[in-house]
């Protein structure tokens, strides 16, 4: 005797050995014995042998039309045997009832199970809408192969390409367009992105990654919504100095100033001012809402997001010609000493005269120029003439300043490498498209304007780290240990020393029109101004506040980001400009040899460049070559070489230290050197930290840590 028996929802078959009242205990064909609860014991049969039954129902059982079947089942519960002496015959053999009982199983749209065999059929609007739905779902499948087809054959369908980057940035695997392109990637044997792109649905390189960006980031667009600009208090006072700002041309956010009084008379006033939107803006209200949620302006060649709307920011921006309100930090200085005798914080209206930009005129504001009043330029602004005299002594005690400091950091800040500039020409809208013409430009880190500037941010930054800690005021702080290799800047709310910058402490506070760390010091140095040796009373944030920590969480993690497309597209704008221009081979340096594989990183010598390279494992660090650049690959940020001569003398060739030249912290060349995750994963550093960088040293053309250009 033999039977069918469900185990688990399987069929299986055997020949029965034993059995007792409740079970049986059966051999399968393989030899194995199971023991069969009664219950699952479905069909007692002499013939055929289990095998063939099982291979005859099977066989059967797909032609066996549901719907007849479906037609012939009783309304009320019925077994399936039952059905088949009524679709078959009365005399069905255990063949055909095998077979029903397997159509029965896998037609759930018309029967449903009842357990051990038996089923109740479902009712005519159900199977109608089951059969719908199996219609749709053929009829989608059909449209996936299709689409996978297309694909896989070197062409993109249009709706996959509208849905290109939901696909690739922010996938919902339900969807088809979803489903095709991973069914073309298996036919193709070809990475999804690789297949995308040479079934042409990736047009722009720029456009992949800016999209990119925006899906992660600003899913729901750039604009802001439609919120007042406030008003400052209406009874600040009118500083009286005249002030003047020292900007990139394109910055419209001008957060700081600088006045001088007092020169010539033993005892100078230097004026650190700085926009105060943290004078109107209240926290918690709608634009601190709006601005934590950005928590930063993104900065990129010939674009960015505001943290902030246009309206707030042209309200409270320093643009000259009219009175700011303002924080201001006033100190003074012995003349002769440039020893710093006192300080003072107050909230005021301060007028700007007029707003420099130091790429116009650092090549007119050099250090020959500023130590001998003989030195003149042609066509030398008379703004600019008018304030010789003061620039000369700002850059005087500026250099002081950064003496002090690297005395206290126990080795001096050097920047030997320049910054990039980047310039987009033709830019048709509000934002590039890809297809402008790059061209990338050069500034020394370091120059008067910049280094004058930079002291100013420490000086600001450091004083009001100071207060906040002397008034018990809780700040959010940047600290560093200590110039050791792998010490990081870390964000705290402890006023703890920086040792990259040579501080006791260091709280950010010169840029909240565009960094939000700096917006919610600044409301904790207002209520200092205001309210002095009772502040911790009334300033927004209280010692110990849980927000404060939320805030370093999330604008650590949001900064990096931004810093990480900004460095992204840089690069990317860097490898177009290799395109536009026909290069083909670069002089370089190289920074890091015993990569991966035997070669070499190397940083090119006039670009904004790192890059791996083969062809000269013998080299060591410091060694300069020719290199032959090999194929771009704009997608993946992607381009590497081949060391074609060695260009200086091997005697000559010397380790120069660390490769990230001026204590910028971490070593940031890795992160721009290759070809970049993307599966879909575009990931980089941002510019590394400390020294003047930290402080407000423009790099590039997105500008420092503290001080970036637009």
């Given at each position: 005797m033999h039977a069918l028996f469900d185990d688990a929802g399987k069929f299986l078959a055997g020949r029965i050995l034993s059995e007792a009242e409740n079970s049986a205990q059966i051999e399968l064909d393989s030899g194995k014995r199971v023991k069969v609860k009664a219950a699952n014991l479905l069909l007692k049969f002499d013939k055929p042998a289990p095998a063939e039954l099982l291979a005859g129902a099977r066989e059967q059982a797909g032609g066996i039309d549901p719907a007849l079947a479906w037609e012939f089942a009783p309304e009320d519960e019925f077994g399936f045997a039952e059905l088949a002496r009524e679709y078959f015959s009365a005399s069905a053999p255990p063949v055909e009832q095998a077979a029903m009982l397997l159509a029965l199983f896998e037609a759930p749209h018309y029967f449903r199970r009842a357990g051990k065999g038996r089923f109740r059929k479902a009712s005519a609007e159900v199977v109608e809408q089951a059969l719908a739905a199996i219609e749709k779902k053929k009829q989608l499948q059909a449209q996936i192969d299709g689409w996978a087809a297309e694909l896989a054959a070197g062409q993109c369908p249009a709706p996959i390409r509208d849905q290109l980057y939901r696909i690739l940035f922010k996938p919902d695997k339900n969807a088809p367009e979803y489903k095709a392109v991973v069914e073309a990637s298996r036919i193709a044997h070809e990475a999804p992105l690789a297949l995308l792109t040479r079934a042409g649905a990736i047009s722009s390189s720029y456009q992949f990654h800016w999209q990119r960006f925006l899906f992660e980031h600003f899913p729901r667009g750039t604009g802001f919504a439609d919120l007042a600009a406030p008003e400052s208090p209406a009874d600040l006072p009118l500083a009286p100095v005249q002030a003047f700002s020292i900007d990139d041309s394109a910055t419209t956010e001008i957060d700081d100033a600088l006045s001088l009084t007092g020169l010539g008379s033993g005892t100078v006033r230097l004026g650190i001012h700085i926009a105060a939107p943290g004078l109107a803006i209240e926290p918690g209200g709608e634009l601190d809402r709006l601005a934590r949620t950005r928590l930063s302006t993104v900065y990129m060649p010939g674009h960015k997001i505001t943290m902030l709307p246009d309206e707030v920011v042209q309200r409270y921006t320093l643009d000259a010609g009219r009175a700011n309100p303002a924080v201001s930090l006033y100190v003074t200085i012995d003349e002769a000493t440039l020893a710093m005798t006192a300080s003072e914080t107050l909230l005021e209206r301060v007028p700007v005269s007029v707003n420099l930009r130091h790429d116009q005129l650092d090549h007119i504001v050099t250090e020959a120029w500023l130590a001998d009043p003989t030195v003149e330029h042609e066509n030398t602004p008379q703004a600019l003439s008018d304030l010789r005299g003061q620039l000369t002594f700002l850059h005087r005690l500026a250099r002081h300043l950064k003496a002090q400091r690297e005395v206290v950091r126990g080795k001096p800040e050097s920047f030997t490498r320049p910054d990039y500039t980047f310039r987009l020409q033709g830019v048709a809208g509000d934002e590039p498209d890809g297809s402008e013409t790059v061209i990338i430009g050069t500034r020394k880190r370091g120059a008067p304007l910049d280094l004058i500037v930079a002291e100013a941010a420490i000086v600001a930054n450091s004083s009001w780290g100071q207060l906040l800690a002397e008034h018990g005021v809780p700040g959010i702080y940047r600290s560093q240990a200590s110039l050791a290799p792998g010490v990081k800047v870390r964000m705290s709310t402890r006023a703890l020393p920086h040792a990259g910058i040579g501080v006791k402490s260091y709280a950010w506070a010169t840029s909240p029109l565009r960094r939000y760390v700096d917006l919610v010091n600044q409301w904790q140095v207002i209520a200092c101004a205001r309210h002095g040796k009772t502040a911790a009373l009334a300033a927004p944030f209280k010692p110990k506040d849980a927000e404060l920590f939320s805030v370093i969480s999330s604008f650590e993690a949001t900064y990096g980001a931004y810093n990480a497309y900004q460095a992204g597209m840089e690069r990317l704008w860097t490898l177009k400009y290799l395109q536009q221009g026909g290069i083909t081979e670069i002089d370089?340096?190289?920074?890091?040899?015993?990569?991966?594989?035997?070669?070499?990183?190397?940083?090119?010598?006039?670009?904004?460049?790192?890059?791996?390279?083969?062809?000269?494992?013998?080299?060591?660090?410091?060694?300069?070559?020719?290199?032959?650049?090999?194929?771009?690959?704009?997608?993946?940020?992607?381009?590497?070489?081949?060391?074609?001569?060695?260009?200086?003398?091997?005697?000559?060739?010397?380790?120069?230290?660390?490769?990230d030249e001026g204590d910028a912290g971490e070593d940031d060349?890795?992160?721009?050197?290759?070809?970049?995750?993307?599966?879909?994963?575009?990931?980089?550093?941002?510019?590394?930290?400390?020294?003047?960088?930290?402080?407000?040293?423009?790099?590039?053309?997105?500008?420092?840590?503290?001080?970036?250009?637009?």
């Open positions: 370089a340096t190289v920074v890091r040899d015993g990569m991966p594989g035997g070669g070499l990183l190397v940083r090119a010598d006039t670009l904004p460049l790192v890059l791996p390279v083969l062809g000269a494992q013998t080299l060591t660090r410091g060694a300069r070559v020719r290199v032959r650049l090999g194929e771009i690959d704009e997608i993946a940020l992607d381009v590497n070489g081949t060391v074609l001569e060695r260009l200086d003398d091997p005697l000559d060739a010397r380790d120069d230290g660390p490769v060349d890795t992160a721009v050197a290759g070809p970049l995750a993307i599966a879909v994963d575009v990931q980089g550093e941002g510019a590394g930290e400390g020294g003047a960088a930290d402080a407000g040293q423009p790099a590039a053309d997105a500008g420092s840590a503290d001080n970036p250009a637009p």
